[in-house]
């Protein structure tokens, strides 16, 4: 895995798993305030919603069915106490900026705007590109080793590392799609899947550097470090899931796990000749600046934009960076195969 992936990915279940104390915002007696009308009224200000509409019995009143909202449209879930949440957020956050006030966290997250129900959108498109260049990237390494590199006489690639790297695209583009979709509605379903795509492919890639930078080649030998490997992230990710989304727990194996890769990488690099090496120093030292942006942590501007939407832009060109580097390497491992074979 790219050391640079490997901050992405720690990075992002740091900032998912952070613990959401009660910030200014959500304590701010003028939202709490609002909140609480919106509940009782079904308004804020002028803007009204049809689902805070309750019977006698406490039952929402939909209305009827050419009222409801098309079924492509209900899997933003917002209810009556998201959106009275999200609508007083805002009235807040103008009252504020016309007072001159810096803008605040609401429970735990910078207030952004949605589009068309989408809860933050840049980092959602964001997450699309990368998924798209994950995919470039996999497709072009395809190519490669089945179409331009020579096979061997059995149709197998030279490159013994050619499932792996599929296996590793594979994950990579499940993570980017689980961030798409828990940047387009945070809930708790969407939050877990987000976390636990990243949390395996942080596992996988750490097999994956461990095979690959020590040339472990011995199939008993890749079964012998896999097997305790994976179980450990299985049981993880389950523990998390099933039992309790422990949130320090979690960033001390993310940590770990990302530690060890980069030090590895970081020795192999120093230790090798590949003639791509260098592209693997852009990749860590470009990596440890977008974690910069992290530690910022800024407010969106205009709504929109956040440290961690800019963060995830820069992932886009140094993900290609990466898989040009994967592709040198089956390049160079090929030709190295068919030199002793000669």
């Not at 900026?97 to 589009?115: I, S």
Request: glycine content about 6%; aromatic content about 16%.
């Amino acid at each position: 895995m790219s050391p640079f992936r490997s901050l992405l990915l720690f990075a992002a279940v740091f900032f998912l798993l952070r613990p959401l104390a009660a910030t200014d915002g959500d304590a701010d007696p003028l939202y709490i305030g609002c909140v609480e009308q919106c509940k009782k009224t079904g308004c804020v200000g002028d803007r009204c919603f049809q689902h805070c509409k309750f019977s006698s019995d406490g039952k929402p009143i939909d209305g009827p069915w050419y009222m409801h909202e098309p079924l492509y449209l209900r899997w933003k879930q917002w209810d009556c106490c998201t959106d009275c949440r999200y609508y007083c957020m805002l009235a807040r956050e103008e009252e504020r900026t016309k007072l001159g006030d810096k803008p605040v966290k609401y429970h735990g997250k910078w207030p952004f705007r949605r589009v068309y129900g989408i809860q933050e959108p840049v980092a959602v498109a964001l997450s699309a590109v990368n998924l798209a260049v994950q995919f470039h990237g996999w497709v072009s390494f395809f190519i490669l080793v089945y179409y331009k590199l020579p096979l061997r006489p059995d149709k197998k690639t030279y490159y013994e590392y050619t499932g792996l790297w599929h296996i590793y695209g594979i994950l990579s583009m499940n993570s980017w799609l689980w961030s798409a979709v828990f940047h387009s509605r945070a809930v708790e379903l969407t939050e877990k899947l987000d976390i636990s795509s990243a949390v395996a492919l942080l596992g996988f890639s750490l097999l994956l550097t461990i095979l690959q930078c020590f040339n472990v080649r011995d199939e008993a030998t890749r079964v012998m470090i896999a097997a305790p490997l994976l179980a450990f992230v299985t049981t993880h990710i389950m523990y998390l899931n099933f039992y309790e989304l422990a949130y320090g727990l979690n960033r001390i194996v993310c940590m770990g796990m990302v530690v060890v890769q980069l030090l590895i990488w970081a020795i192999w690099a120093g230790a090798s000749n590949h003639p791509a090496r260098w592209k693997l120093w852009t990749v860590v030292v470009g990596g440890g600046l977008a974690m910069v942006l992290e530690t910022y942590d800024f407010p969106p501007y205009m709504g929109y934009v956040d440290a961690h939407a800019l963060w995830h832009a820069t992932s886009i060109p140094l993900t290609f960076l990466w898989w040009s580097f994967v592709r040198d390497d089956a390049e160079f491992i090929t030709s190295a195969m068919l030199k002793k074979v000669k």
